[in-house]
């Protein structure tokens, strides 16, 4: 079964990095893999998308193993406002069949 | 630039109503579009998807029906809202390539 894996939840404090990993083991050959943010009662929000090997953008890095069945979204110096979930979405195949898989979601909770 | 539009934001229907939410996109041509439904505390669940005017594709058998009459118009409906209706509605538009936008969302309670 097709399916992306994080963690449920996560705590940090102001000031520090995070990073969130994301298993996707059925990821298709030739698919993006993309993180959203999403605030209360609003629609997510793109950060950032990669293929493989690192990407860098204003807000956020992500990194992707060679192998690309797992990628982290890595939050530099968080802040409250940072408080969110955060989801990867990516392509898989199953029996040949292509579907967007998006993941459960993590809330990250930033403390003071 | 690109924009999407999704109204209303909030609504409350009774059990056996109607239902017609409706999205719609400026600034792009063509654009693939989306509905998803998100349950509280829950992941996203995509309900129906549009590659063009008049081609709906559903993803999940239910008590919903989406359609595209213009190519920046997608509309989701029901004839008789079920208590399991309830959730937050969000639509989306993605050119190929690019990740998705998503509108505000409509947070419908079914009572």
């Keep these: 079964l097709a399916k992306t894996t994080q963690p449920i939840s996560m705590d940090s404090y102001e000031g520090q990095e995070v990073n969130i990993t994301c298993s996707h083991n059925n990821i298709a050959t030739n698919d993006y893999i993309t993180w959203y943010q999403q605030f209360p009662s609003q629609g997510p929000r793109f950060i950032i998308q990669g293929y493989k090997t690192k990407v860098t953008n204003e807000v956020a890095s992500l990194f992707i193993p060679a192998d690309r069945k797992s990628s982290t979204l890595s939050l530099p110096r968080v802040s409250l406002s940072d408080t969110a979930v955060y989801y990867c979405l990516v392509g898989a195949l199953l029996d040949s069949n292509y579907q967007l898989i998006w993941g459960a979601g993590t809330k990250l909770i930033i403390k003071p | 630039s690109q924009t999407i539009h999704q109204w209303p934001a909030t609504l409350v229907q009774p059990v056996g109503s109607p239902l017609s939410l409706e999205c719609t996109v400026e600034g792009t041509s063509n654009p693939n579009l989306y509905w998803y439904r998100q349950a509280a505390g829950r992941g996203l669940q995509l309900l129906f998807y549009s590659i063009g005017i008049d081609q709906i594709s559903s993803e999940v058998p239910q008590n919903l029906s989406a359609s595209r009459p213009q190519d920046r ?25 690019d990740g998705y936008t998503f509108g505000s969302g409509t947070r419908l309670t079914v009572v």
């Design chain 2, 73 to 97: 118009q997608f509309i989701l409906s029901s004839k008789k809202l079920l208590l399991s209706d309830s959730g937050f509605y969000l639509c989306a538009w993605s050119v190929a390539g």
